[in-house]
T-cell receptor, first 114, second 113 residues
Framework: DAGITQSPRHKVTETGTPVTLRCHQT?????MYWYRQDPGHGLRLIHY???????DKGEVSDGYSVSRSKTEDFLLTLESATSSQTSVYFC?????????????FGPGTRLTVT | DQQVKQNSPSLSVQEGRISILNCDYT??????FLWYKKYPAEGPTFLIS?????DKNEDGRFTVFLNKSAKHLSLHIVPSQPGDSAVYFC????????????FGTGTRLKVLA
């Protein structure tokens, strides 16, 4: 299994509070991704990173920001959490982006915004 | 606009029989495809892949078929086992420019013992 951990694994927070989720990898992969999984939507890309300090938006980036100061860590921040951000969040990594490049996923963080 | 569609939310199959999971896509630029399996409370795990230069890829009990003209791919599991019960996602990406995968909404497979 790829060495990917996510913290926290579960979090309940109130509307309007900031929340930061952490993804940590031990594989030294260059590319990292944040997805959210919701019923009826599958997995949707929030943000991704193609190197330290290099990030870009995915298809559902509104209300989220990311940072990557080290190869191994990719942080996802909800600046002011809303109930629509209640979801399961997955981090993924990949070694390359050419050819059929597999992405390896972390165990997920279940976030509930009340 | 759902570019990758899995139109069957769920599927039940008897143990030992074949499971066929389907995936349709609309973007003709997609040329790399992955299948993932996901158990509850775990992250998706990579299962099998195929590129558009092939129409079939096999790995043990799992075979993926790609029909480019129909923009359709399918995952065959033979024989199905109870441990295969999970949600299966297909994902597609285009080699031209981006490395983003678009995922389908998933199909929940239940293999009955």
């Amino acid at each position: 299994d790829a060495g990917i951990t996510q913290s926290p694994r579960h979090k309940v927070t109130e509307t309007g509070t900031p929340v930061t989720l952490r993804c940590h990898q031990t594989e030294n992969h260059r590319y990292m991704y944040w997805y959210r999984q919701d019923p009826g939507h599958g997995l949707r890309l929030i943000h991704y990173s193609y190197g330290v300090k290099d990030t870009d938006k995915g298809e559902v980036s509104d209300g989220y920001s990311v940072s990557r100061s080290k190869t191994e860590d990719f942080l996802l921040t909800l600046e002011s959490a809303t109930s629509s951000q209640t979801s399961v969040y997955f981090c993924a990594i990949s070694e390359s982006v050419t050819g059929v490049h597999e992405q390896y996923f972390g165990p997920g963080t279940r976030l509930t915004v009340t | 606009d759902q570019q990758v569609k899995q139109n069957s939310p769920s599927l039940s199959v008897q143990e030992g029989r074949i499971s066929i999971l389907n995936c349709d896509y609309t973007n003709s630029m997609f040329d790399y495809f992955l299948w993932y399996k996901k158990y509850p409370a775990e992250g998706p795990t990579f299962l099998i892949s195929i590129s558009s230069i092939k129409d079939k890829n096999e790995d043990g009990r799992f075979t993926v078929f790609l029909n480019k003209s129909a923009k359709h791919l399918s995952l065959h599991i033979v024989p199905s086992q109870p441990g295969d019960s999970a949600v299966y996602f297909c994902a597609a990406s285009a080699s031209s420019g981006t490395y983003k995968y678009i995922f389908g909404t998933g199909t929940r497979l239940k293999v009955l013992a």
